[in-house]
C-alpha cells in the first residue's frame, strides 16, 4: 500500500476497509497524486453516487414525470371534448399525433446540436416551452368551433411538442452521461416517474375536468411544470461534452439499430393507439365516466412504473438478456391488444375486467422491450466506431425519441383511423398483429445474429490457434540456426 502511495496510484478496489476514510484521502490528495476527477470517480465507487449525480436524478426524475402528465391529462375527455367543437375522430388523431410528428423532426436537431447549444439550457428552454403551451391550450375552449379551434390545437400542441422534444432528448443523453455503467437501470428508475405521469396524468385529468371544467386540468399540471423551470436552473448541475462529427443517418443505417427501432416504433404505436380509442370504447361500451376511464389508463402505467427498474437492474446485470427482453415483450404487447377488443375471431364477450388485465399485462410488456433498448443502441454505436462521449450519447437518444415519436404519430393517426371505420375491436386486432409480426421477425433477427457473432469468435480463434503452432514449429529451427552462427547481426 505505501508503494502504490509514493508511486503516485492508489488502488481503492484492492482496500475496500479504507472506502469509510476517504475524507482522509482528500487531505492527502497532492502526495498520493490523484487529481479531482478520480478522487470523485473513487468516491462514487465506494460511497454511492456523488453529489452532483444525485442533483441530476433528482432534476431529471422531478422534470420526466411533470412532463408526462401534462401528455396524458388529455385522453379521458379531451376527445370527447373536440367532438363537441366539430372534430371527427380522425381529426382527433391527427391532434394527437401531430405532438410525435413534430417531436420526430426535432428529437434528432436537439441531439445533434446537444453539445453546441448546452445540454442545460436545451433541457430548461424544453421545460419552460412546454409548460407555456399546456396553460395555452386550456383556453382553447373558448375558441369558436370548427376550423378556428381545430387549427389553434394543432399549432399549440405544436409547439408543444418541441419543447417535449428538447427536454425529454437532453435528458436521456445526460443520464447516459453521467451514469454509463448503470444505463438500463437508471432508465427503469426514470421510469418509474414516467409511468407515474402517465400514471397519475389521466385520473388526475379526469377529476379536474369533472369538478372544475376544462381549463383547470391544464393549468394546475402546467403551472407545476413552469416551477419545475427555476428549481432544474438551480439543481441541474452544468453538463459539459466534447464536440465531434457523427453522422446520424451512419448510426441509423447499422442492421441492429434498425432493427431496435422498428421495436420503439411498434412499441410507441401501441402506446399512441389508446388514446383517441380507448376513451370513446369505454364510454360507449361500459358507459364509464371520465374519472373513471382515467382510472383504466392506470392499470397500463402502474405496470410499467413498477416492471421498469426491476427489467432494467436486470438487464445491468445480464446484458445478455437484453435482445430477449425486447422481444418477449414484443409478443407479449400483440397478444394484450388481441385480448383488448378481444378480437372478433376469439368469440369472447366484452368484458370490462378483460380490458383492464389486457392494459396491466401490456405495462409490463412495454417495459421489457423499451427499458433495454437505449443500452442496447448505445452499445452498438459504441462498438460500431463511434466516440464514447455526450455527442454520441446525444444522437442516440435523439434517435430513440425520433423512432419514438414516429410511432406516437402513427398510432392515434392509424387508431382514430380504423376506429372510424372499423370499429374498436379490428383496430385493437390489427395493432396486435403488426406486433406479433415484428416479435417473430426480431427473434429470427437476433437468432442469426447471434449464431454469426459465435461463428466470426469460433474462426477468430482458429487462426489464433494457427498462429500459435506456426510460431511454436519455427522457434526451434531460429533457436538452432542461432547455436551454429553466434548472435545473428543487423545486415549479416
Avoid at 61 to 87: D, R, T, W
Avoid at 131 to 152: H, N, Q, R
Avoid at 422 to 447: D, E, K, N, P, R
Avoid at 448 to 462: I, M, Y
Amino acid at each position: 500500500m505505501e508503494a502504490e502511495i509514493d508511486s503516485g496510484v492508489f488502488d481503492y478496489d484492492a482496500y475496500p476497509e479504507e472506502c469509510p476514510l476517504l475524507h482522509e484521502a482528500h487531505k492527502d490528495e497532492q502526495e498520493i497524486g490523484c487529481t479531482q476527477d478520480e478522487v470523485e470517480q473513487n468516491e462514487s465507487k465506494c460511497c454511492g453516487f456523488g453529489k452532483n449525480k444525485v442533483l441530476t436524478l433528482i432534476s431529471i426524475a422531478s422534470v420526466n414525470f411533470c412532463l408526462m402528465a401534462c401528455y396524458s391529462i388529455l385522453a379521458p375527455f379531451f376527445p370527447n371534448e373536440a367532438m363537441h367543437k366539430g372534430a371527427t375522430d380522425t381529426i382527433v388523431g391527427l391532434i394527437f399525433g401531430i405532438f410525435s410528428l413534430t417531436a420526430l423532426v426535432f428529437s434528432p436537431i436537439a441531439g445533434r446540436y446537444i453539445v453546441h447549444i448546452g445540454a442545460k439550457f436545451m433541457f430548461v428552454s424544453g421545460i419552460l416551452i412546454s409548460g407555456v403551451c399546456t396553460v395555452l391550450f386550456g383556453l382553447l375552449d373558448k375558441a369558436s368551433s370548427g376550423p378556428m379551434y381545430i387549427t389553434l390545437c394543432f399549432v399549440v400542441r405544436t409547439f408543444d411538442a418541441i419543447g417535449f422534444a428538447f427536454s425529454s432528448t437532453t435528458s436521456s443523453a445526460i443520464m447516459a452521461q453521467n451514469f454509463p455503467d448503470n444505463i438500463a437501470t437508471l432508465m427503469g428508475v426514470l421510469e418509474i416517474f414516467t409511468g407515474l405521469g402517465l400514471l397519475l396524468g389521466p385520473p388526475l385529468g379526469g377529476f379536474l375536468y369533472s369538478a372544475w371544467g376544462y381549463e383547470m386540468p391544464f393549468f394546475i399540471i402546467g403551472g407545476l411544470l413552469l416551477l419545475m423551470v427555476p428549481l432544474n436552473m438551480i439543481l441541474l448541475p452544468s453538463q459539459e461534452g466534447t464536440i465531434f462529427k457523427a453522422s446520424f443517418f451512419r448510426l441509423l443505417m447499422l442492421p441492429p439499430i434498425i432493427m431496435s427501432s422498428v421495436l420503439v416504433v411498434l412499441q410507441a404505436c401501441s402506446v399512441g393507439f389508446l388514446d383517441p380509442t380507448i376513451s370513446i370504447f369505454l364510454k360507449n361500451q361500459f358507459q364509464l365516466k371520465p374519472k373513471y376511464i382515467g382510472l383504466v389508463f392506470l392499470t397500463l402505467s402502474a405496470t410499467y412504473a413498477i416492471g421498469s427498474p426491476i427489467i432494467g437492474y436486470l438487464c445491468d446485470l445480464k446484458p445478455n438478456l437484453r435482445r430477449p427482453s425486447m422481444v418477449i415483450g414484443s409478443l407479449m404487447s400483440g397478444i394484450c391488444f388481441c385480448m383488448m377488443g378481444p378480437a372478433p375471431f376469439i368469440y369472447a364477450h366484452q368484458q370490462l375486467w378483460i380490458m383492464v388485465l389486457s392494459l396491466a399485462i401490456n405495462g409490463l410488456a412495454l417495459g421489457f422491450t423499451v427499458v433495454p433498448i437505449f443500452a442496447e443502441m448505445l452499445d452498438t454505436a459504441l462498438q460500431n466506431g463511434f466516440e464514447e462521449g455526450l455527442s454520441t450519447m446525444g444522437l442516440v437518444s435523439g434517435l430513440f425519441g425520433s423512432m419514438w415519436s414516429v410511432g406516437n404519430f402513427l398510432g392515434p393517426t392509424l387508431g382514430g383511423y380504423l376506429n372510424d371505420h372499423l370499429h374498436f375491436q379490428w383496430a385493437a386486432t390489427i395493432q396486435g398483429s403488426l406486433m406479433l409480426a415484428v416479435g417473430v421477425i426480431a427473434c429470427v433477427y437476433y437468432l442469426k445474429d447471434a449464431a454469426q457473432w459465435r461463428l466470426k469468435r469460433e474462426s477468430e480463434g482458429t487462426r489464433e490457434r494457427t498462429k500459435e503452432e506456426t510460431s511454436d514449429e519455427t522457434a526451434p529451427f531460429i533457436l538452432s540456426h542461432i547455436g551454429d552462427y553466434g548472435v545473428i547481426e543487423s545486415g549479416k
